[in-house]
């Protein structure tokens, strides 16, 4: 049974970090990428980072750029997302996805690119 379980969400202050981990299980880990999206309420899904199955590449959405930073251990079957400098406007359900990557460099960064889905984590920066 495919698995992806968020933790590591919360309520901080503007400003203030955070660090996102996505534990995965069911499948075979190194052979997907791994993506991070996020939705605000009232909006839809967006992509914010993706990595690549052997963590050598990354995409990352002009918003998150120098804040965020993705990164995978593909060892303990996690992924995580180190989020610095956050705004009130980063406020969301934040959720990590996994493709299945025929390529090592690739990084999808389409919403139905990604066939795995988390629950989600929520997010809450105050200002």
């Known amino acids: 049974q495919v698995r992806l379980v968020e933790s590591g969400g919360g309520l901080v202050q503007a400003g203030g970090s955070l660090r996102l981990s996505c534990t995965a299980s069911?499948?075979?880990?190194?052979?997907?990428?791994m993506g991070w999206f996020r939705q605000a309420l009232g909006k839809e899904r967006e992509f914010l980072v993706g990595?690549?199955?052997?963590?050598?590449?990354?995409q990352y959405t002009d918003s998150v750029k120098g804040r965020f930073t993705i990164s995978r251990d593909n060892a303990k079957n996690a992924v995580h997302l180190q989020m610095n400098s956050l705004r009130p406007e980063d406020t969301a359900v934040y959720y990590c996805?996994?493709?299945?990557?025929?390529?090592?460099?690739?990084?999808?960064?389409?919403?139905?690119?990604?066939?795995?889905w988390g629950q989600g984590t929520q997010v809450t920066v105050s200002s």
């Open positions: 069911g499948f075979i880990f190194s052979r997907y990428a």
């Open positions: 990595i690549s199955r052997n963590g050598g590449f990354t």
């Open positions: 996805s996994a493709d299945f990557a025929s390529s090592p460099s690739a990084v999808p960064v389409r919403e139905y690119d990604y066939a795995f």
